[in-house]
């Protein structure tokens, strides 16, 4: 077993990283904003290219603008070991979601790089274009496209705010390209032996229970859906209470109900209400119609599509006894990905070994890690987020404990990369 203890050196070159790249995309509050093939998300990619080539990586892009830097293999394996996260944001986000999992995972490998060499199975760091939908309507961008879940000719149909093709913006940032008989090329791996991917938690459960690392046993599956409520516009003054057919006080009805649900189930099911708009949304018009998004996320499949199902039948049933009509739209549908159960057995017994408080534990987040499940052994494993609080400027995970994290990564990649065999 590789005996590691660098944490000091590791939080140093972490966080300088980190600190590098929240200047890309840096905003007067504090925040960080990196959508996908904007300028500020390209200077990233091009800053994190030179840091890989500075390591004695081969870097690379796709076509669609994943960045790989390639560590050579001296042996007869051909599979590579992939770890890395992604480096787009939300906006005004912080700096440690996804680029943390980068710059952990770069320091890894250099580390691995210049204590033992070349490994016997090739290492890839990876910074994934995209992963948040921040800009365009589709998360995992980057990974689906690695994956096969996504083909690149998706790009032609998706707009964002401002009319923009993600193709065309795509294409603006020096990425696309067409094969030999016009087809749009792909980004699709046939190589990969494994993935690994390392990830602040975005919560509060390491920090409250006093553990320092988080083994991901699944991430949840979540369900979206848009549900629109439609009723009539009255006036606020004149409409007895009795006649009414009010869409926002239907839509408020069917909240509540969500919530006593959601809490009823009890954990790990979380339930939210987290955009709503109606119209014609002034102080004495009675609500024609309102709008709501749904989002509901649980580790398994049957308890998910259960609720899921109690819930929208109770929402109809409210609409029926109101007198409003209701219309729902599912907009996103992810099944519980299981990380493999190999790994994370491997990364139990790092921990074990070492003395590090660690945790068994749901991810309730997406990550590019589940994009993977299906083509190549997966695992992940997150450190503490103080406060539990993400996707916020007050963002943070102390420098001692992205450390730790990095020293378990380059552990697990040790194993995967330099041992006998993957599994």
Same mark, same amino acid.
């Given at each position: 077993m590789?005996?590691?203890?660098?944490? *000091?050196?590791? /939080?140093?070159?972490?966080?300088?990283? #980190?600190?590098?790249?929240?200047?890309?995309? *840096?905003?007067?509050?504090?925040?960080?904003?990196? #959508?996908?093939?904007?300028?500020?998300?390209?200077?990233?990619? !091009?800053?994190?290219?030179?840091?890989m080539t500075e390591c004695g990586l081969t870097a690379r892009y796709d076509c669609v603008g994943n960045l790989f830097g390639r560590l050579a293999g001296r042996g007869s394996e051909s599979g590579v070991v992939l770890?890395?996260?992604?480096?787009?944001?939300?906006?005004?986000?912080?700096?440690?979601?996804?680029?943390?999992? +980068?710059? /952990?995972?770069?320091? /890894?490998?250099?580390?691995?790089?210049?204590?033992?060499?070349?490994?016997? !199975?090739? +290492?890839?760091?990876v910074s994934f274009c995209e992963e948040e939908g921040s800009r365009f309507p589709l998360a995992y961008w980057g990974s689906g496209n690695v994956s096969g879940t996504f083909s690149p000719e998706l790009a032609d149909g998706l707009v964002d705010a401002q009319g923009v093709t993600m193709r065309e *913006?795509?294409? %603006?940032?020096?990425?696309?390209?067409?094969?030999?008989?016009g087809e749009p090329l792909s980004a699709k791996r046939t190589d990969l032996a494994a993935f690994v991917e390392v990830h602040i938690e975005q919560g509060m459960t390491l920090e409250r229970f006093g553990e320092r690392i988080g083994i991901v046993e699944t991430i949840a599956g979540q369900r979206r859906y848009v549900v629109t409520?439609?009723?009539? %516009?009255?006036? *606020?003054?004149?409409?007895?209470?009795? #006649?009414r057919r009010d869409a926002m006080a239907g839509a408020a009805e069917m909240i509540a109900f969500l919530e006593r649900a959601a809490q009823k189930a009890g954990d790990p099911l979380v339930a939210?209400?987290?955009?709503?708009?109606?119209?014609?949304?002034v102080p004495n018009v009675i609500a024609g119609s309102a709008e709501f998004t749904l989002d509901i996320r649980h580790m398994s499949e049957t308890l998910l599509t259960g609720f899921c199902d109690t819930v929208l039948g109770t929402f109809r049933t409210i609409a029926e006894r109101r007198g409003l009509k209701i219309r729902v739209r599912s907009v996103l549908h992810t099944r519980p990905a299981p990380m493999d159960p190999v #790994?994370?057995?491997?990364?139990?017994? +790092?921990?074990?070994?070492?003395g590090i408080p660690y945790r068994r534990m749901m991810s309730g987040a997406g990550h590019d890690a589940q994009m993977f499940r299906s083509v190549c052994p997966t695992a992940m494993l997150f450190v503490p987020s103080r406060g539990g609080i993400s996707h916020s400027p007050d963002e943070y995970t102390p420098p001692e404990d992205l450390a730790l994290g990095t020293a378990v990564l380059a552990e697990l990649l040790y194993e995967l990369a330099y041992g006998e065999k993957c599994p």
């Open positions: 590789l005996k590691l203890d660098l944490e *000091a050196e590791f /939080a140093e070159s972490v966080t300088g990283l #980190l600190d590098e790249l929240a200047m890309c995309g *840096a905003e007067r509050n504090g925040g960080v904003t990196r #959508l996908l093939y904007t300028p500020s998300w390209l200077e990233a990619q !091009r800053l994190l290219e030179r840091r770890t890395g996260s992604h480096i787009d944001t939300v906006r005004s986000g912080g700096k440690y979601d996804g680029a943390y999992g +980068i710059a /952990a995972s770069l320091t /890894a490998v250099k580390f691995l790089h210049e204590k033992f060499g070349p490994p016997l !199975r090739p +290492i890839e760091v *913006a795509m294409e %603006a940032a020096g990425f696309g390209g067409t094969g030999p008989s409520v439609l009723g009539e %516009a009255n006036h *606020a003054g004149t409409t007895p209470m009795a #006649l939210t209400v987290g955009s709503i708009e109606c119209v014609p949304n #790994l994370t057995g491997r990364l139990e017994r +790092i921990c074990s070994s070492r």
